[in-house]
């Protein structure tokens, strides 16, 4: 029985995270989504968020899938808890959907000495403030400073990255970050766009500082859920087939989708 697991994301990031999990699992079968239509998510309300997600959650299970991650940090942000808490009892009680942000925040303590780090995010997470709360739990002797970074979303969809115009919104808001403390010894990537501008971000900040992206942290903590869920793992289709899916254009969706994903590939058109 074809049984893949699904990773969501609102648009192209969740391929850098995908990418991770096909090099450290990639016997199982995949399914990708991305929300193009509607994306960006980070600037929509809390409620438009969930029921965006929510109404893919189920599309992914329409198709089979008896497990969901949430490669898009303003989902896991805004609609992981409702629709864990909420509705996966309704809907498919046996069916599991994962985020980004608690298999970061179990770890990150390893990565700084200060205790001060820096998260860099959408609008939408840092209002969340969901890292912050997640952190807390497992670390609570670590302080957290949130930047907003609007511009770097539409800068990495529209190829505009690695363009000199991009340095002035990059280097703003680690200057802001970093004015705001000066002990931070780790920026974390809370957004899957972002790691597109390591090499940008890189250039702005002291070499004492460590940048953290989220890719192979959620490709570990996938394999570890699955070793410690054999009723899960086993239900999970082992063909390493991939499906891409986008809510906007395919020929869009495929030309983008490649500066993520690292290799071309070819899409097909979902109506939500």
């Not at 599991?96 to 990150?108: A, D, F, K």
């Not at 931070?184 to 460590?210: E, R, S």
């Amino acid at each position: 029985m074809f049984a893949p697991i699904g990773i969501f994301d609102s648009g192209y990031g969740g391929l850098t995270v995908m990418k991770e999990i096909l090099q450290k699992l990639p016997q199982y079968d995949y399914i990708y989504l991305g929300d193009n239509a509607r994306a960006p998510y980070g600037n929509r309300s809390f409620d438009t968020v969930y029921h965006y997600t929510l109404q893919c959650v189920q599309w992914f299970f329409d198709q089979g899938c008896p497990l969901v991650i949430l490669a898009c940090n303003t989902a896991s942000a805004k609609a992981l808890r409702t629709i864990q808490q909420n509705d996966l009892p309704k809907i498919a009680p046996d069916n599991r959907v994962l985020g980004v942000i608690r298999p970061t925040s179990e770890i990150i303590g390893s990565y700084t000495d200060t205790k001060k780090i820096g998260i860099l995010a959408t609008r939408g997470t840092v209002q969340s403030e969901s890292y912050r709360l997640e952190i807390d739990k497992f670390f609570p002797d670590i302080e957290v400073h949130q930047e907003a970074c609007p511009m770097w979303v539409p800068l990495v969809e529209n190829n505009e990255h690695q363009q000199p115009g991009a340095d002035y919104f990059i280097e703003k808001h680690l200057q802001n970050i970093l004015q705001h403390q000066k002990d931070i010894d780790l920026l974390l990537l809370a957004c899957t766009h972002y790691p597109l501008l390591m090499n940008k971000i890189k250039q702005f900040i002291p070499d004492n500082i460590k940048v953290l992206s989220q890719g192979l942290i959620v490709a570990e903590s996938l394999a570890d859920y699955l070793q410690r869920h054999p009723e899960m793992e086993q239900r999970c289709s082992k063909s390493g087939t991939r499906a891409f899916f986008t809510t906007d254009d395919p020929n869009d969706f495929n030309h983008q989708a490649s500066i993520f994903f690292g290799e071309p590939l070819q899409s097909n058109h979902v109506a939500l």
